[in-house]
């Protein structure tokens, strides 16, 4: 079960998430990163394919001078871009076969949380192939989202 959360504040953001990895039903667990920050106010959380997520995460360094100088609605469209990029390659790689077997096992939910350039928070949500909106007060993501909203 993984269970991620950011929760909004009057001046910030508040990411969470539990560390542990598991490989698909295998019983190998590991402990894991789900939290990245992405730029001086910008950070993500995610749950599911984590190597689908670093992929992610890995493509979004790469434009870190970028999202610095942009609020956070324009980080996560950058985000949905991403994911719907990945989602493609997928796709075109393996055809059909991607859709009934390869891109149920690279499925992840992403929260984006961090302040404004106006200083104001926001927090926003992800799901697959890349679709978003935000959050009123906090966003949950994961299989144990139940338990956030208790």
């Given at each position: 079960m993984t269970i991620g959360i950011a929760l909004k504040y009057?001046?910030?953001?508040?990411?969470?998430?539990?560390?542990?990895?598991?490989l698909g039903d295998a019983p190998y667990k590991a402990q894991g990163t789900k939290i990245e920050q992405i730029g001086k106010?910008?950070?993500l959380?995610?749950?599911?394919?984590?190597?689908?997520?670093k992929e992610i995460v890995r493509r979004?360094?790469?434009r870190r001078e970028e999202i610095d100088n942009v609020d956070i609605q324009v980080v996560t469209d950058m985000v949905s871009?991403?994911?719907?990029?990945l989602y493609m390659i997928l796709t075109n790689r393996f055809g059909k076969r991607a859709i009934e077997e390869v891109v149920p096992l690279a499925t992840v939910g992403v929260l984006v949380g961090g302040i404004n350039q106006d200083g104001k928070p926001n927090v926003f949500s992800l799901r697959p192939p890349g679709i978003y909106g935000p959050e009123d007060n906090y966003g949950?993501?994961?299989?144990?989202?139940?338990y956030a909203g208790m």
């Open positions: 009057k001046t910030g953001v508040v990411l969470g998430s539990d560390s542990q990895v598991t106010r910008v950070g959380v995610a749950a599911g394919s984590i190597d689908f997520y979004l360094h790469d871009q991403t994911m719907a990029e949950t993501v994961g299989s144990g989202i139940f």
